[in-house]
């Protein structure tokens, strides 16, 4: 969600200098005020993100107002010929990374309606019915990429996930037998010792013995 959060912004960036030089209808003002409408969403999933209160349920939400963002600057900015439209490819690959096909499924959906409204709604294009499958080809083709790569790291987490899991299991196995060795090795040094210093306690010293024999034959 951080780098997602990232990319949001460096889009606010880049969208000021994409309408510098747009072909914008009616002087840009439509457009202007589109991107600062934009501005306290993405600063609202910025602090969401950065405080961790209710990430998936921002990620979540995220996922369907990404698409409708981009498709308001899209509508301000000639429909579906918009220098903006790209951005929608950039939200479904964001869902595949994110989440699983089912939330890939809906927003392919939801870019593709979205696409289907500005074709139909947006006033001064000249895109044509190719134009528009074309743009619904290549939202079908990212989703199904970034799906792929995405169940391919995953997959590739989980079995790194189970490797770690295993050598600490190893480890640990090893740690125990270790320590039971020492202490058998150990403890069966200090009954050794243990026995040791009771038979010495118990046997008459040398000194002892040689003072019976001299006090006897006195």
Not at 23 to 44: E, I, R
Not at 113 to 131: E, I, Q, R, S, V
Not at 153 to 178: S, T
């Amino acid at each position: 969600e951080t780098v997602i959060v990232r990319l949001r912004w460096l889009a606010m960036v880049s969208w000021p200098l994409m309408l510098l030089h747009a072909d914008l209808p009616a002087g840009g003002g439509a457009a202007w005020a589109a991107y600062a409408a934009t501005l306290p969403y993405v600063m609202v999933s910025h602090w969401v993100n950065h405080t961790g209160r209710a990430v998936r349920a921002t990620a979540l939400a995220t996922t369907v107002l990404d698409p409708l963002v981009t498709a308001l600057m899209c509508g301000v900015t000639r429909g579906i010929e918009s220098d903006f439209f790209p951005f929608f490819y950039l939200t479904t690959l964001a869902t595949s990374i994110r989440f699983g096909m089912g939330p890939i499924v809906a927003t392919v959906a939801l870019n593709a309606g979205l696409a289907t409204l500005l074709y139909a709604l947006a006033p001064g294009t000249t895109a044509t019915a190719f134009d528009l499958g074309t743009r619904l080809f290549f939202l079908c083709f990212v989703a199904i990429e970034g799906g792929l790569l995405s169940r391919e790291a995953r997959e590739h987490w989980r079995r790194r996930q189970e490797l770690l899991r295993r050598l600490l299991h190893a480890g640990e196995e090893e740690r125990r037998r270790l320590a039971g060795e020492i202490h058998d090795r150990v403890g069966r040094r200090f009954f050794e010792l243990y026995s040791a210093l009771e038979r010495h306690r118990g046997a008459p010293s040398a000194l002892e013995g040689g003072c019976v024999i001299v006090c006897g034959g006195s």
